[in-house]
């Protein structure tokens, strides 16, 4: 129907119609509530109990397995959200699925409160990553950044809006089996890769489709468990805690992340996950974190385990108390926060006060406003395995290779040599993408041997496994050997399973595997070169394998493009520029063992390693195989004497350190020149050396740079005696060089405020 004004009348009308509808309009976006925060006050006033406690339950949709599993099939949890019993959901794949279930809680339930679906993209969702280890030794943040830009990029195509990454746990015993998921020994650098995480993953917009809200893992200090073992217990100082372990935390926090895991730890006694000092007074009293914090899978329940409640009742209210805003798997929450709440054991405030974190978050994802946002089918399939993220995959591989031995520069490998590849990994899709693979798919990586292939064109590469990884059955040894013979030379590719390192899989032994070494010296005996490439998820002892070997080179688990990258960098298409984020020890007798020690009032001294009442092995010198820093190149790099530009600092001023980085050999390189310092005198004992500035640098064969380091406050303070932080005057030692060993040094005064 069309209406038509003629006279000036009519048009006035209309002018005040319009200018009604416009004044409405603009009245009650006025009086709608715009902040995240207003909008969940808001939307909280109208809920019941029931409704807020199904907001602080999440459950697993069984599309993924990460924890012990219990009886519930897809259909019943359909029907608990459709009952507004379950507000979140994690493991659930693929836009289709995640639909389901979106439509059900936005269409079906009384205030349309829609769903947040969580997984565990850890090093990548379809594009695998190298392990978090693994990528941290590429002394990359930035790179990092890219590479969890990606998968967040995959991941939210496939409906996904959380990850339960990064976790940022310092670990310093490699016998634990989840240092492959963190960054390795030390706070600095841990700190730098955990903001990148979390920049990565959420980007500048959280609303954004392409982005996935961060969940800052484990809250606290599960890297220290006792014995290296899984879920075992916690016990540290304060001083330590603060020192070592938190600082990654509070980096991640600082860079924006909005949910946080405890740990299933207990530390100090309490369990993290009703530990009120971690949830309260260092989360939210002294950092200020804004967003929710969840349990990992299961942990209410376990508090029964932990002895510190007498059901799973009591365990609920504890938790509550403490600060824990959502419970991850347990129904605890759901089964018994009512009876608490009407037995007034519990408060609605501090139900509400729970429900609100949540609510924010979602808010702030953009999921009222559009709750399927991520929920496109075509881009669901586009995303995965984009040539660009392929190539940030191959890159970051090829930086987290880390040379440790080439002797007599038997790398790289010179195209049109016979090559014998031998080793269970050589040919192996599956292991080459580690633990916690997300949707990565096994048939998507060329393995190592298939790269050597590719980089050998026209000359005789041959495979063969020589042994299996994990046993004690030699019948291949005589297989591999002839197949060295006939070669020119041999390239071994051993190490770990990826199911020998992630969660609940812990080692007493840090040594290869099964017969991995016997065989090792069968082929060292034909005479030829050998090359050994390892794969593993955490710092091994390899002092056998390192003298046998004429060149070793450590790839961990690389992920999908790391089968290529590896031979790549094998042979010389790439320079290796990856540093150790952990030391490797010599032997598992001398764990935890980490560059960052304490000199102890009896130090041994190098000179003289056999001098007694010092502290020492009788069977094994104090220093490690490699050091925390190590990494060589196919160039070599050459440092200049410390430069500073003033001998003495007043409070409040900077001091410049300088090197000059000269690279000496035929290949153009990357280094990571690596600044630590160390207080000399403190009211506490300090470190021998501490990490606090790096820079990744290129240069071409023959060209040389400047590199300072700007040295202040923030470098010089720590926890004092009085446990406030602040620097003390007094004498300091600079070291700049290529790892925390090989080091060049100066000393600077500290003056009196």
């Not at 969580?118 to 379809?126: L, R």
């Not at 594009?127 to 790179?143: R, V």
């Not at 240092?179 to 995480?197: M, N, Q, T």
């Not at 390192?501 to 070169?529: D, F, H, N, W, Y």
């Amino acid at each position: 129907m069309k209406i038509f004004f003629t006279n000036l009348a009519g048009r006035q009308l209309v002018l005040l119609l319009l200018a009604t509808v416009l004044l409405y309009t603009i009245s009650a976006r006025s009086a709608e509530p715009e902040t995240a925060g207003a909008r969940a006050d808001a939307l909280l006033a109208r809920m019941t109990v029931a409704e807020k406690i199904g907001q602080l339950t999440l459950f697993t949709g069984y599309s993924g397995i990460t924890g012990p599993v219990k009886e519930q099939s897809q259909r019943s949890l359909l029907e608990q959200v459709r009952k507004g019993d379950c507000g979140n959901v994690f493991n659930l794949i693929s836009v289709a699925e995640i639909k389901k279930f979106q439509k059900v809680a936005v269409e079906e339930t009384r205030l349309h409160i829609p769903l947040l679906f969580g997984y565990d993209v850890i090093h990548g969702y379809k594009t695998i990553f190298p392990i978090c280890l693994g990528a941290a030794a590429s002394w990359n943040p930035a790179l990092i950044e890219s590479s969890d830009r990606v998968a967040a990029t995959e991941a939210a195509a496939a409906g996904l809006d959380w990850t339960f990454a990064p976790m940022v746990d310092i670990a310093r015993d490699p016998r634990w089996g989840r240092i492959c998921e963190g960054a390795g020994e030390d706070p600095f650098l841990g700190s730098a890769v955990a903001a990148a995480r979390v920049r990565g993953f959420q980007g500048t917009n959280l609303a954004a489709p392409d982005t996935l809200l961060a969940c800052v893992k484990h809250f606290a200090a599960y890297g220290a468990v006792q014995a290296g073992r899984d879920y075992n217990t916690v016990d540290l100082s304060e001083r330590t805690l603060r020192e070592i372990y938190l600082p990654p935390y509070r980096a991640a926090i600082d860079a924006g992340a909005l949910s946080v895991m405890a740990s299933f730890n207990e530390l100090n006694g309490t369990p993290a996950t009703v530990n009120r000092f971690l949830l309260q007074q260092v989360l939210r009293d002294e950092w200020g974190f804004q967003g929710f914090a969840v349990t990992d899978y299961t942990a209410i329940n376990e508090l029964v385990m932990h002895g510190t409640a007498a059901d799973e009742g009591d365990a609920a209210r504890q938790a509550l108390a403490a600060g824990v805003d959502m419970d991850m798997q347990s129904a605890a929450y759901l089964n018994h926060l009512p009876e608490r709440l009407a037995a007034g054991q519990i408060t609605e405030a501090q139900i509400n006060t729970a429900v609100k974190r949540i609510l924010e978050i979602k808010f702030k994802l953009g999921l009222f406003d559009n709750p399927f946002r991520h929920l496109n089918e075509q881009r669901e399939q586009q995303a995965f395995y984009a040539k660009e993220n392929l190539a940030t995959a191959y890159r970051l591989a090829c930086e987290s290779f880390v040379l440790l031995k080439n002797t007599n520069q038997t790398l790289p490998l010179k195209a049109g040599k016979k090559i014998a590849v031998i080793g269970p990994l050589a040919d192996s899709r599956r292991d080459l993408l580690g633990s916690w693979i997300a949707k990565g798919k096994a048939n998507s990586c060329k393995t190592v041997f298939e790269g050597i292939q590719r980089n050998n064109p026209g000359a005789k590469v041959t495979f063969t496994a020589g042994c299996d990884l994990d046993s004690t059955n030699r019948a291949g040894f005589a297989k591999a050997v002839a197949a060295a013979k006939r070669a020119d030379l041999a390239v071994l590719v051993l190490g770990e399973s990826c199911e020998m390192s992630g969660e609940a899989k812990c080692r007493t032994s840090l040594g290869l595997p099964g017969v991995q070494t016997e065989l090792l010296l069968e082929i060292k005996q034909t005479g030829k070169p050998v090359v050994v490439v390892l794969m593993n998820g955490r710092p091994l002892a390899l002092e056998e394998e390192s003298q046998l070997a004429d060149a070793l080179l450590e790839i961990w688990f690389p992920g999908t493009e790391g089968g290529a990258a590896a031979a790549d960098v094998l042979f010389g298409r790439h320079n290796p520029s990856g540093k150790l984020p952990a030391t490797f020890p010599r032997t598992v007798g001398q764990v935890p063992i980490f560059y960052a020690a304490k000199n102890t009032g009896r130090p041994l001294d190098p000179a003289n390693p056999k001098e007694k009442y010092k502290s020492s092995y009788l069977d094994c010198p104090n220093d490690p195989l490699y050091p925390f820093g190590f990494g060589l190149s196919y160039t070599t790099f050459t440092y200049s004497e410390v430069r500073l530009d003033r001998a003495t600092l007043n409070p409040g001023e900077k001091i410049q350190a300088t090197v000059t980085v000269t690279n000496t050999g035929n290949y153009a390189g990357a280094e990571v020149v690596q600044l630590y310092l160390r207080d000399l005198v403190g009211s506490v004992t300090r470190p021998v050396r501490e990490l606090k500035g790096f820079q990744k640098i290129e240069l071409r064969a023959g060209e040389s740079r400047e590199i300072s380091f700007t040295i202040g406050e923030n470098e010089l303070k720590f926890l004092r005696a009085d446990m406030t932080v602040g620097t003390e005057p007094g004498e300091f030692q600079v070291f700049i060089g290529p790892n925390s060993r090989d080091t060049h040094a100066a000393k600077f005064d500290l003056l009196e405020p």
